[in-house]
């Protein structure tokens, strides 16, 4: 009969398991110990549409280190483009959240795209239509040339819906798509265009420099979707807890913003690239947002979501009979909200 050899993993002698296992204890410990950041917190990638106040939650969470206080990493990039391209990156999974207008959001829905609004930076509509002072009235524009960041930005949509207030139509002008709002500046002051559908500061500086407004979606009781934070619902579902993470921090965000205007100023300077004695213009800018546009709690507003329904129905048969809420996901929000997180950051 053969005989058996000594074990390849011989038992520990009596005290050496001991030894072990209070060495493994201790790295554990340690372990536990260290902050979940330094762990790694979970990549998210947000991506701005255009330079706009409407992005200040997300720069402020940034810069105040909200976001890693809520354990989440985010890098955010200003994609450019309009809204178009913001939204075809969070579609293909190169962003997880986008700011862009509301109405790129639905119309990429009706396009096949599974993607939800999850939040707001503005609701309202806060571009105006400069034009050069010899047109007074809605009429005299006809046959202009009116320049918009890009057809299906949110600055073209304001423009058609103020058309439709006035019984234009969108034939009446030429459009150009100029990109951003100081481009389109530069050539309306140079004669290049009659007309801009303009952001803030520099529908100040127009008017500032003699141009006029012409339209205000504001003053025409116009309300619809400026700018949506928005990510596809599959990845919610897949990162729900990223996701969640993110909202809190944006939410954290608008809360300084609101409350703390010299802070918030000097990081708003910073990313605008606003050299200091030039911040007269932000700080207009600041004013409106803070106390008329940004929200405590942000959701994508309903009523908002339905004036682009009704406008898109001519392109899109179903947005007749679609239903606001469809387009629009609370659930990162209502919890926040609920449970009074939202209430105690403006104690």
């Known amino acids: 009969m053969a005989r058996l050899g000594p074990h390849p993993n011989p038992l520990p002698e009596a005290g050496e398991g001991i030894e072990f296992t209070s060495v493994t204890c201790l790295l554990l410990l340690v372990l536990l110990t260290i902050p979940s950041q330094l762990l790694g917190a979970e990549r998210v990638r947000v991506g701005f549409s255009a330079i706009s106040l409407a992005n200040s939650p997300v720069w402020i969470a940034d810069e105040r280190g909200f976001f890693k206080k809520h354990d989440v990493d985010v890098e955010a990039i200003v994609v450019g483009g309009g809204a178009t391209r913001s939204v075809s990156a969070v579609i293909s999974g190169d962003l997880q959240f986008g700011t862009t207008g509301g109405n790129a959001i639905i119309s990429a829905n009706f396009s096949g795209a599974d993607v939800a609004m999850y939040a707001a930076g503005n609701n309202k509509g806060i571009q105006r239509l400069i034009v050069k002072p010899d047109i007074k009235t809605p009429e005299q524009i006809k046959g202009k040339r009116v320049g918009v960041t890009a057809l299906g930005s949110s600055g073209h949509l304001a423009m058609l819906l103020?058309?439709?207030?006035?019984?234009?139509?969108?034939?009446?002008?030429?459009?150009?798509?100029?990109?951003s709002s100081p481009v389109m500046l530069v050539n309306l002051q140079k004669g290049g265009i009659d007309a801009a559908v303009l952001q803030d500061p520099s529908f100040f500086m127009a008017e500032d420099s003699g141009f006029k407004t012409l339209g205000d979606p504001v003053a025409l009781d116009i309300q619809y979707l400026q700018n949506v934070v928005a990510a596809s619902r599959a990845w919610v579902r897949s990162h729900r807890d990223a996701a969640s993470r993110f909202i809190r921090g944006f939410v954290e965000g608008a809360a300084f913003f609101k409350r703390n205007k010299d802070e918030s100023m000097k990081i708003l300077m910073k990313k605008m690239?606003?050299?200091?004695?030039?911040?007269?213009?932000?700080?207009?800018?600041?004013?409106?947002?803070?106390?008329?546009?940004?929200?405590?709690?942000?959701?994508?507003?309903?009523?908002?979501?339905?004036?682009?329904?009704?406008?898109?129905?001519?392109?899109?048969?179903?947005?007749?009979?679609?239903?606001?809420?469809?387009?629009?996901?609370?659930?990162?929000?209502?919890?926040?909200?609920?449970?009074?997180?939202?209430?105690?950051?403006?104690?």
Not at 162 to 175: E, H, I, S, T, Y
Not at 306 to 335: G, H, M, Q
Request: glycine letters at 6%; hydrophobic letters at 35%; aromatic letters at 12%.
């Open 162 to 179: 103020m058309f439709r207030k006035w019984g234009l139509n969108p034939d009446d002008v030429a459009v150009a798509q100029l990109g």
């Open 273 to 347: 690239r606003i050299e200091k004695g030039k911040e007269n213009y932000l700080e207009r800018s600041y004013q409106l947002y803070a106390q008329h546009y940004i929200e405590a709690a942000p959701y994508p507003s309903v009523s908002g979501t339905r004036t682009v329904l009704e406008f898109l129905a001519k392109d899109f048969p179903k947005a007749k009979s679609a239903d606001p809420n469809s387009f629009i996901d609370n659930s990162l929000i209502r919890p926040l909200e609920d449970s009074g997180f939202i209430k105690s950051l403006y104690q």
